[in-house]
């Protein structure tokens, strides 16, 4: 799994790992992405940046994908199967409240 047409593509791992493509030619490079990592980080976090599979992001226990029009979004389904729970996971709902206010407050 490398990325979406415009956005990147995230899983969060059983033991809470943020998995994510590293950065190359191969991948859209996404100012979303990198701040999501950064709070991640703030968080203490877990982040791997390495290729993933599609088995992993079966067994994922989250999904999201960043991209600056979309921002961070839950991806709950695969090929009509459910990613973990079939819900938004924490650490998606985390980041992506951290990433909405770090947006309103920096807002002209």
């Not at 999904?63 to 600056?68: C, D, I, R, Y």
């Amino acid at each position: 799994v490398t990325e979406g047409s415009s956005n990147n593509a995230h899983i969060v791992t059983s033991d809470g790992t943020i998995v994510t493509r590293d950065l190359s030619s191969d991948i859209l490079h996404g100012i979303t992405r990198a701040v999501v990592l950064q709070c991640a980080s703030e968080l203490h976090l877990r982040v791997e940046e390495r290729p993933f599979t599609v088995v992993e992001t079966r067994l994922a226990t989250e999904a999201f994908s960043t991209s600056s029009s979309g921002l961070v979004n839950p991806v709950v389904r695969m090929d009509g199967a459910p990613i973990g729970n079939g819900l938004p996971g924490v650490v998606t709902r985390r980041l992506r409240q951290i990433y909405l206010d770090r947006s309103r407050a920096s807002a002209i």
